[in-house]
């Protein structure tokens, strides 16, 4: 959430973000609805103010031995108003944080202007892309040709975009949780594993609550969710609280099952295992102080390109532009795999600083030395899906006659297995 009083006083920072994201958000809405919170409030206070000096003048006029039968009236009437206005002033009070509640956040001034993904920046690029002496074949048809992809009776069980991993695919995906979190934890993130349905304010802290609903699984009949990622719980790990300045900067990592209803995406990536409504996912998340964060964000990119760099897979680095990045950012990396059937980059990995977005909507703060509370920086990237890592190295490392090299550094994960041949079972 977006600081109140820098909407109530620099407004013009925030139509100026909205008009770079290209938002239809209208600020002026903002105005209406603040007038009415602070004329109801003025009222209130005024009513307040004068049933005080009333209460006042019973006192002496009970010490003169009169009759207070009548401004006891008064004061009843007074109470009455009070409290229907104190209603009114809630309800205003609402009204404004449900406007606020769907404002995204301010881009960083680092990120470049554009309106939607064909102006984001390519920052750099790793590897090189194989030359192949075969019409490389796309992982979804070398997933089902060695056994490995099941999508006919994850169809039967679960319907569109699932898949059962078998033998050899069950085990990859297995092992790539464990290698990525084995990177993060030497990296210094505490690994957690964290439930996996969570709150409507949980949803709420991180911003998935209120725009987003429709891409999310509901408990039914319950105010509760399936995470979409363990960026989730990961944050909300401390909603509510106020972190040691010295505790920061302090990293988390989990892997979980994301569960997306993919609202809005039929048509899209419809073969292979690109885009699932159920997806195994390794999360970071780091809590950092405000005059780190950006330098968190570097690093934390850096870890996500180093999976890909060990997987031996070719990437490169975008960054995204003010239309295209996501609702709780302030500045976004996308870290994309190269892909050789279809010849394009694919992202793999987001990585974002969302500031103190976040942070207000989950009261999520830090003590400074010999300062006031303030409030935290949220940073969150996957550190990897391990679905489109199996894509990348499908792809990458398919062979003319039918098998897969595996890149080395999982090899002792996949007890010694090197290639992934037809008719594999481990």
Not at 121 to 135: A, C, I, T
Request: proline share 5%.
């Amino acid at each position: 959430m977006i600081n109140l009083k820098l909407v109530q006083k620099q407004p013009e920072i925030l139509v100026k973000a909205l008009a770079d994201r290209h938002s239809d958000i209208d600020v002026d809405v903002f105005f209406v609805l603040d007038k009415r919170r602070r004329t109801i409030l003025a009222e209130v206070e005024a009513l307040k103010s004068r049933r005080n000096a009333v209460s006042g003048e019973v006192a002496a006029l009970k010490r003169a031995g009169k009759d207070i039968s009548a401004i006891q009236m008064e004061l009843c009437a007074f109470s009455d108003s009070i409290k229907a206005l104190d209603v009114e002033t809630g309800r205003a009070r609402a009204d404004v944080e449900i406007w606020l509640m769907h404002v995204p956040n301010i881009p960083d001034d680092s990120v470049p202007k554009g309106k939607d993904e064909t102006e984001n920046v390519e920052l750099r690029r790793w590897g090189s892309p194989r030359d192949f002496d075969f019409s490389p074949a796309e992982h979804g048809d070398i997933g089902v040709r060695l056994g490995g992809f099941d999508f006919e009776h994850a169809s039967r069980l679960a319907g569109s975009r699932f898949v059962c991993f078998r033998g050899w695919a069950a085990r990859l995906d297995r092992a790539l949780v464990n290698f990525f979190l084995d990177q993060h934890v030497a990296n210094g993130y505490i690994e957690v594993n964290p439930p996996f349905i969570v709150s409507r304010a949980a949803m709420t802290g991180t911003g998935q609550l209120p725009k987003f609903e429709e891409d999310l699984f509901a408990l039914r009949d319950r105010e509760q969710f399936l995470i979409p990622t363990a960026e989730v719980p990961l944050t909300n790990l401390h909603a509510g609280e106020a972190l040691d300045e010295v505790d920061l900067p302090r990293a988390y990592c989990a892997s979980t099952p994301c569960f997306r209803s993919e609202a809005g995406a039929a048509g899209k990536d419809t073969r292979g295992i690109i885009r699932m409504r159920q997806f195994t996912k390794v999360e970071m998340v780091c809590f950092a102080h405000p005059e780190d964060s950006f330098n968190q964000l570097e690093i934390m990119c850096g870890h996500a390109c180093r999976l890909l760099e060990l997987l031996e897979l070719p990437y490169r680095v975008i960054t995204i532009c003010t239309g295209d990045m996501g609702f709780s950012s302030a500045k976004t990396y996308d870290v994309e795999v190269w892909l050789p059937a279809q010849s394009v980059y694919r992202e793999i990995s987001s990585c974002s600083n969302c500031t103190d977005f976040q942070a207000r909507r989950a009261n999520i703060r830090f003590k400074p030395k010999g300062g006031k509370i303030l409030f935290a920086h949220t940073l969150n990237g996957s550190g990897l899906p391990t679905g489109r890592a199996i894509a990348a190295i499908l792809e990458n490392g398919q062979q003319k006659d039918g098998s897969v090299r595996l890149p080395e550094v999982l090899i002792p994960y996949m007890d010694g297995t090197e290639c992934i041949e037809p008719g594999s079972t481990t």
